[in-house]
């Protein structure tokens, strides 16, 4: 484990630099991170959330966290977007995988909360990598136990405002946004959605979100305002809170992210979701999640999952940058 001091000589870590010791060599870790043994003067952690009991269709987000360290090796630290390396500015570490009970959703949550409450108690921010996207919940739930209640940004192709799921089952994939504003996890007034599209399973799929308090900005309302005006929306509408993201991959288009459970077609490029992040500003990020990669549909190219571990290098240097 490579290991330097800080200015004020407290210890921080750097990932494994691959100009010297191979890509192909040793245990996967996020960007070839160390794995924590400790969360003393940690900043960040990377936490897998590998449960996909809440998913509704495509089973196998459940093996995402792994299929996304696996690739992550391809990135580097320096985000030359933002001017930072981002590991110079913040310590991060990879813990590893929280524990699940397989089949069996409202147990999973809850042994995800557990997992996730370790690290936001000890100061650290979860940078979770799922699982399906039911892993939110407990994830806002264990930041907002510190934080109160957050800024919620929300990338998606689905609202997952519904009220109940498959015989009035309350938590799922499609649930945990109205479930976290029922558990004041999140402050709606200051939340927004963004890339909402496709065909709908009533009239109300994206009108349920506006009744809950959220703003709403479908894919064609991001495109007809254009990027930077969405950033500036964002950076507005979390003002002055603790902020949460969470990017489902289904917001990005299938023909640049088919490794998903419910792809929608007609959604922005990975080139221009990787934009959209990139030009964030203003976010004082104290959690988020990846989820929804698929790798059991992602292909040999694993491109899903490199746009996975793109976008949570993407948080990272976000948070880097902004010295939350």
Not at 61 to 66: D, E, H, L, Q
Not at 78 to 91: A, C, H, Q, S, T
Not at 119 to 148: E, K, N
Request: glycine share 10%.
């Amino acid at each position: 484990m490579p290991v330097t001091s800080d200015a004020a000589g407290a210890a921080s870590v750097l990932p494994i630099n691959s100009l010297e010791t191979p890509r192909f060599c040793g245990v996967p870790t996020f960007m070839r991170l160390p794995q924590a043994t400790s969360l003393d003067n940690l900043d960040a952690a990377i936490i897998g959330l590998p449960s996909d009991s809440g998913g509704p269709y495509r089973t196998g987000a459940r093996f995402g966290p792994n299929a996304v360290r696996a690739i992550s090796v391809m990135l580097r630290p320096i985000n030359p977007y933002r001017g930072i390396n981002v590991f110079e500015r913040l310590r991060v570490a990879d813990v590893g995988d929280a524990s699940v009970v397989p089949g069996y959703q409202e147990e999973s949550l809850g042994r995800l909360e557990e997992s996730l409450r370790s690290l936001v108690d000890a100061g650290v921010a979860p940078f979770s990598i799922g699982g399906d996207h039911s892993v939110s919940l407990p994830g806002l739930r264990a930041v907002a136990a510190r934080h109160g209640p957050l800024a919620l940004i929300h990338f998606d192709s689905h609202s997952d405002t519904w009220d109940k799921y498959f015989a009035g089952k309350r938590y799922s994939a499609g649930t945990p946004f109205r479930r976290a504003v029922e558990e004041n996890l999140v402050s709606p007034e200051h939340s927004i959605q963004i890339g909402m599209r496709g065909s709908l399973f009533q009239t109300n799929d994206v009108s349920q979100s506006l009744d809950l308090g959220y703003e709403v900005i479908t894919t064609d309302g991001l495109f007809e305002m254009g990027i930077p005006a969405v950033v500036d929306r964002i950076a507005q509408r979390a003002a002055g809170r603790p902020a949460y993201i969470s990017f489902d991959l289904d917001f990005v288009d299938p023909a640049f992210a088919p490794g998903v459970q419910t792809p929608e077609a007609g959604g922005p490029s990975s080139r221009e979701a990787l934009d959209l992040l990139r030009r964030l500003h203003g976010v004082n990020l104290v959690g988020c999640d990846v989820v929804e990669l698929n790798p059991l549909y992602d292909g040999p190219a694993q491109t899903t999952a490199l746009l996975a571990a793109t976008v949570m290098a993407e948080l990272l240097a976000l948070r880097a940058a902004t010295g939350s």
